[in-house]
């Protein structure tokens, strides 16, 4: 006989998206479950941010003391990789979601453990242990079962058991040679963290630079960073083939007849929608691809705005923290839905405004990559009139004190026609910590003559602000 259940809400999947929107939810008076076939936590907790920052935080402590007279001589020796790797175990929970679990029931959330998929309006079928469960919704259901890794369309590479995220953040142990196939955020920071800890690594990366998304000064300064840290960076080049040989190696065959060997293989070239098995069908929807919604995490492919979808499954922003804010607003907007009084107003709770033009990013790289907003680029592209302003950080007075020879630097993107910020990008060392300071500027739209009067303290990285406003002509 089928186990059936009613809540008001169904989140099919338990990351950090889902349990933020079924907690919104519950928090307001509404009663939620989350489906999860995998670790209650999703990739953030074991197989992305929490591992991945772990991983890297040994090797920047140690290239931090290193920069600094009097701490670099109390400093010998290599990093050691074991107790690396404990820690970022540690940061795991070693791969087991109790607490998490605990965590879902202390909110009032249940939980059913099992492949669910959608089948018909507010209606989704959970495959158990023990049999099918049914849950019906009274008010929504929501889609927040994330992105997972592509594989590019390059000849032998799914036969050559290539690492993903997911095996580059949770080895046992470092590879002796790791050839890394993706230059940007993913595909950089496991770079660092592994070359850290002894690997031997090389990067290929399609585009002209690292990070090509980000201002062009971006990949210049991490490309000539991890060159200094030993790590082969080779950028312009393209993989034509890959094979795993008999010895367990592998080899990637490049345009132009090079071939780079290794150990492993990660894959760090972008990311599919996890969509392919969540029932799509039984309401109208394309399996397999993006879901798409409104500014309320609405799908605006299905009448009724009962299905939502938040997180990386939207492929709105692919930001951890990102996912986190669109499930607060859907949970607000599922909640006022039912009420009645939903507002969809610029600054409503109720809407994902961020997502347009104010998305927040740091990479922990060595140097870190912090930006807001829109590149210089991004915003001609965007019709706007803009002036980008430039600064070398290491010319702050903050900045020679926190490291000898401090490399970095900063741009704000003006819009000339409205003298406000619309981007900004800071790179350099602990460069993340000037980020908030700029999304609160893109975010409210801070006239430059009010910002003026925003003073930084001295002598910190933030006197930075006082020197492009200085370069800006005020």
Not at 1 to 15: C, L, S, T
Not at 54 to 71: F, I, K, N, T
Not at 144 to 152: K, V
Not at 344 to 369: C, N
Request: contains cysteine; aromatic residues 4%; glycine residues 10%.
């Amino acid at each position: 006989m089928e186990d059936q259940r009613q809540y008001d809400v169904i989140v099919i999947g338990a990351g950090s998206t889902g349990e933020n929107v079924a907690d919104r939810a519950t928090k307001r008076g509404l009663s939620a479950v989350v489906v999860e076939a995998d670790l209650v936590g999703g990739d953030c907790s074991y197989w992305a941010c929490m591992p991945s920052k772990a991983l890297l935080r040994p090797g920047q402590v140690l290239a931090a003391a290193r920069r600094v007279p009097g701490a670099r001589q109390a400093v010998t020796g290599d990093l050691d990789a074991a107790a690396a790797l404990q820690r970022r175990d540690r940061f795991t929970s070693g791969w087991d979601d109790a607490g998490q679990v605990a965590w879902l029931r202390d909110a009032g959330i249940d939980l059913v453990r099992g492949q669910g998929r959608l089948a018909g309006e507010r209606r989704v079928d959970v495959e158990t242990d023990d049999g099918t469960v049914v849950l019906r919704a009274r008010r929504a259901v929501c889609v927040a079962t994330g992105s997972a890794p592509a594989l590019p369309p390059v000849a032998g590479l799914a036969d050559a058991r290539p690492w993903t995220t997911k095996e580059a953040t949770s080895s046992a142990a470092p590879p002796q040679r790791l050839v890394v196939l993706g230059g940007g955020v993913a595909g950089c920071e496991l770079a660092q963290a592994w070359a850290s800890l002894g690997t031997k690594v090389t990067v290929l990366e399609m585009a002209g630079r690292l990070l090509p998304a980000h201002e062009p000064f971006v990949g210049e300064l991490l490309a000539a960073s991890m060159r200094d840290a030993a790590v082969d960076v080779r950028t312009g080049v393209r993989a034509s083939a890959v094979e795993r040989r008999s010895d367990g190696s592998v080899a990637v065959h490049l345009d132009g007849g090079d071939t780079v060997a290794g150990d492993e293989l990660l894959v760090a070239a972008g990311r599919r929608p996890r969509t392919d098995d969540v029932g799509l069908d039984t309401v109208g929807l394309p399996p397999g691809r993006w879901i798409e919604v409104d500014d309320t995490m609405a799908a605006t492919g299905v009448p009724g705005s009962w299905l939502y979808a938040a997180g990386d499954v939207n492929n709105r922003v692919l930001l951890t923290h990102q996912g986190k804010y669109q499930a607060r607003v859907c949970g607000d907007a599922i909640v006022a839905r039912a009420a009645g009084v939903l507002e969809e107003t610029p600054w409503s709770p109720h809407v994902a405004t961020a997502d347009h033009g104010a998305v927040p990013q740091v990479i922990f790289t060595d140097p870190e990559v912090a930006a807001v907003g829109v590149s210089e680029a991004q915003a001609q592209a965007a019709g706007l009139r803009v002036r980008a302003v430039d600064y070398e950080i290491g010319h702050v007075a903050g900045a020679a004190l926190h490291a000898d020879d401090y490399r970095g630097h900063a741009r704000l993107v003006v819009d000339e026609d409205r003298r406000v910020v619309v981007g900004a990008t800071f790179v350099g060392p602990d460069a993340g910590e000037l980020l908030h300071a700029a999304t609160i500027a893109v975010v409210g739209e801070v006239p430059l003559d009010r910002l003026w009067h925003a003073v930084p303290a001295y002598p910190t990285l933030s006197e930075i602000w006082l020197r492009l406003l200085e370069t800006y002509g005020l």
